[in-house]
């Protein structure tokens, strides 16, 4: 009698696990998709008012067009009425980097000279925009009477827009009706011709930009020094240290980190101030007091309108300032700084 014996049934080994780990971007949105959900819109506005244009920008700057051969066909009514179009031969067309070429070889535009005049501007103002900023929070950091009352006032030029400060001093420096101008008389003096010289029409943009300026500068210095320890000032003046001496060995280093962003925001901001310069001097006498942004405007807007002239005096800005802004980053990490 033989028996039988039930072979068991043959295994099956499971499905191969997929062993490799998901990307960064995965696991990022995995672990944070109600931040990227949070984030998109903003990021969609940057890209269309922001990136979009800048890529445009950047991509004109390569060709050669302006508003007369921006059109690919030249179209016409005929008798009939029917349009007839015809290729256009003047048609833009890529040129590379000739404007590039052109712009630093000074063959095309006032380059240079306009590059000048933006560095003695920018250096200019926020050299005073820094120390009159600094000496009015150090006043404003002290117990004084009415110093809210100080604060509200000394802030007002901030929220005025800066083409109404343009407009009240150009006024104030007109040559025949202009309030300064009735001060010299007053005193004796001559009507100084203001806008006859390109140093002294320099001058008049400077102020104005100090006025518009300076606020935002004193207002953020402020809260530095309010963030400063108390205790520090103490320690200094228990170790007999004077005024003066605190103010060098406490406030100024207390106020680094703040006075390292500020300045790298007032420098940005200067050098691209368009309305002071625009609507105080006009660029006079001569294109004298012409920075790199009214340049830029006046290629885009006046004229045979030049814009691949105007993308290339935009694309060497932002550059400049990207240079700058990297060789400030790393001064700072030198420093200690950081940022």
């Not at 001093?169 to 001060?183: A, C, K, P, Y």
């Not at 002071?276 to 012409?290: K, R, S, W």
């Not at 807007?301 to 240079?323: D, K, Q, W």
């Amino acid at each position: 009698m033989s028996t039988a014996t039930a072979t068991p049934p043959a295994r099956t080994s499971p499905p191969p696990r997929d062993t490799r780990r998901p990307g960064r971007l995965r696991r990022s949105w995995d672990k944070h998709w109600y931040a990227w959900v949070m984030v998109a819109p903003v990021v969609i506005v940057l890209g269309v008012l922001i990136f979009y244009p800048l890529g445009q920008g950047i991509l004109l700057s390569f060709t050669n067009q302006t508003e007369a051969n921006q059109l690919a066909e030249i179209c016409t009514k005929s008798i009939t009425g029917s349009e007839v179009c015809k290729p256009n031969p003047n048609a833009w067309e890529v040129v590379g980097l000739q404007n590039y070429a052109d712009v630093l070889s000074g063959k095309v535009g006032e380059f240079w000279q306009q590059f000048g005049v933006t560095l003695l501007w920018t250096v200019s103002c926020v050299v005073f925009h820094y120390g009159i900023g600094l000496g009015l929070a150090v006043l404003l950091n002290r117990p004084l009477r009415g110093r809210g009352i100080y604060r509200v006032l000394l802030i007002l030029p901030w929220a005025v827009p800066a083409f109404v400060s343009a407009f009240a001093w150009r006024f104030m420096f007109n040559e025949q009706f202009g309030v300064i101008n009735t001060l010299f008389e007053a005193v004796g003096l001559d009507r100084a011709e203001w806008f006859a010289d390109w140093k002294t029409a320099l001058f008049t943009a400077v102020v104005t930009n100090i006025w518009v300026g300076v606020p935002f500068m004193m207002v953020t210095l402020l809260g530095g020094m309010q963030t400063i320890p108390s205790e520090q000032y103490e320690a200094a003046e228990i170790d007999g240290a004077t005024p003066w001496q605190r103010f060098v060995n406490v406030t100024l280093p207390g106020l680094r980190p703040v006075s390292m962003t500020v300045l790298l925001l007032g420098t940005i901001w200067t050098f691209n101030m368009f309305p002071i310069i625009f609507l105080v001097t006009g660029g006079e006498p001569a294109g004298g007091t012409e920075i790199l942004v009214t340049g830029a405007f006046r290629a885009a807007f006046e004229g045979i309108r030049n814009y691949s002239l105007a993308s290339t005096y935009g694309v060497l800005i932002l550059s400049i300032l990207l240079v700058f802004s990297v060789l400030y980053r790393r001064a700072l990490r030198k420093q200690g700084e950081v940022w």
